[in-house]
């Protein structure tokens, strides 16, 4: 089975900075990586697909690069909106894998 | 607009069996995949089973494998997830989602399952 690695499990960062979350694959999974962004109480919601392609009505702010085995997602400047918990998912093979998550909040 | 309202949770028993579903509509509901995952208090998202267009195949995490069991009814524009054998562990918000090409780009609120004697 493949695991997804994440780090940091939790950022604290100011409106403004720039934040590179990093996903790593116990193998290589292509680009056949998704990313979500969590706030509490609600559903997920597909931030990037395929590594790198911005999922429709997402801000550009938001960027994903990578493949084979790491990955990063990375914010260019951090909006109050986008305090909350980040995961990645494989979809290259079943059993298909979350990352365990990374919280950023308000420094 | 797409939609999808799961129904069916609640709190039951260990040793219990609960039947979630999930209520589709806004799109062509058998041209897509469908996944449940779930979510413990205070945890991270887990993947628990998905099942093809057709339901010709399904897949499971090794967790829930012999328990819980994926189905769909597309001229119902539903899908469904057995849950037998009810252990704590299994209390989690569960969500539907559709399955697009590369991520799950429309899910439900979630529904509650509690595990408690």
């Known amino acids: 089975d493949i695991q997804l690695t994440q780090s940091p499990s939790f950022l604290s960062a100011s409106v403004g900075d720039r934040v590179t979350i990093t996903c790593r694959a116990s193998q290589g999974i292509s680009t056949y990586l998704a990313w979500y962004q969590q706030k509490p109480g609600k559903a997920p919601k597909l931030l990037i697909y395929a590594a790198s392609t911005l999922q429709g009505g997402v801000p550009s702010r938001f960027s994903g690069r990578g493949s084979g085995t790491e990955f990063t997602l990375t914010i260019s400047s951090l909006q109050p909106e986008d305090f909350a918990t980040y995961y990645c998912q494989q979809l290259h093979s079943y059993p298909l894998a979350f990352g365990g998550g990374a919280k950023v909040e308000i420094k | 607009e797409v939609q999808l309202v799961e129904s069916g949770g609640g709190l039951v028993q260990p040793g219990g069996s609960l039947r979630l579903s999930c209520a589709a509509s806004g799109f062509t509901f058998n041209r897509y995949s469908m996944t449940w995952v779930r979510q413990a208090p205070g945890k991270g998202l887990e993947w628990v089973a998905n099942?093809?267009?057709?339901?010709?195949?399904?897949y499971y995490v090794d967790s829930v494998r012999g328990r819980f069991s994926i189905s769909r009814d597309n001229a119902k524009n539903s899908l469904f997830l057995q849950i037998n054998s009810l252990r704590a562990e299994d209390t989690a918000v569960y969500y539907c989602?559709?399955?697009?090409?590369?991520?799950?780009?429309?899910w439900g609120q979630g529904a509650l399952v509690t595990v408690s004697s």
């Open positions: 099942i093809k267009q057709d339901g010709s195949e399904t």
């Open positions: 989602a559709r399955v697009a090409l590369w991520g799950n780009d429309f």
